[in-house]
């Protein structure tokens, strides 16, 4: 079965630091990829996906991912970290109909 | 916007009790979720739905069922709740084949089974 890998699980940073989060997949046929954030106490929303084309991707909020194919990975980024970005991130593949997430990374960023 | 309502946001529940969750979507989507988020675990599927009266088991289907009746809602049911299935639930839906499969997620509901 495919399978999603987080590697960070609690990430603590101060403002203005670089971000850079792990993500591995385990597929080796075409995916689409996927960054989910979850705010504290809000629902799941999309920072961004990738479908095709120019692998590296911009989202929302300053977010990039590269997805390097070789690698099965998508790692996610930010140059400077705000700390409004505390949250949970989530990665997910979709392979048929369905996403598979990873087991997400909590992101704490210090005043 | 798409809205993706759950009827439900916290419950709490006894071991045996039969549980209904109830979900909504407003955006004539044609696959709808249910997927369970617990720490360290991230979230797992349970079960979905591709069209009215269609599922599909996900990774994690034993002890849950599903309805769905009609294509704006999908229900996900305890038939004996225990309390291992304490945990939030999140019902989420999405367009079609042929799209890039974007998940727009509820608020969730949080069971709580004593």
């Known amino acids: 079965a495919q399978s999603v890998s987080q590697h960070n699980h609690h990430v603590i940073l101060s403002e203005a630091a670089s971000l850079e989060l792990g993500c591995n997949y385990s597929y080796g046929g075409t995916v689409n990829l996927f960054w989910y954030v979850q705010y504290p106490g809000q629902h799941l929303q999309l920072l961004l996906k990738y479908f095709s084309g120019d692998p590296l991707v911009k989202g929302i909020k300053g977010f990039e991912a590269e997805f390097i194919k070789s690698k099965f990975s998508f790692n996610l980024r930010k140059p400077s970290v705000q700390w409004s970005d505390t949250a949970e991130y989530f990665c997910a593949v979709r392979i048929g109909r369905a996403l598979t997430f990873g087991s997400g990374t909590r992101l704490q960023v210090q005043p | ?114």
């Open chain 2, 1 to 114: 916007d798409v809205k993706v309502t759950q009827s439900s946001r916290y419950l709490v529940k006894r071991t045996g009790e039969k549980v209904f969750l109830e979900c909504v979507q407003d955006m004539d989507h044609e696959n709808m979720f249910w997927y369970r988020q617990d720490p360290g675990l991230g979230l797992r599927l349970i079960y979905f739905s591709y069209d009215v009266k269609m599922k599909e088991k996900g990774d994690i289907p034993e002890g849950y069922s599903v309805s769905r009746e009609k294509k704006e809602r999908f229900s996900l049911i305890l038939e004996s709740a225990s309390t291992n299935q304490t945990s939030m639930y999140l019902c989420a839906s999405s367009t079609g084949p042929g799209t890039t499969g974007e998940l727009f997620f509820g608020e969730g509901s949080r069971l709580t089974v004593l």
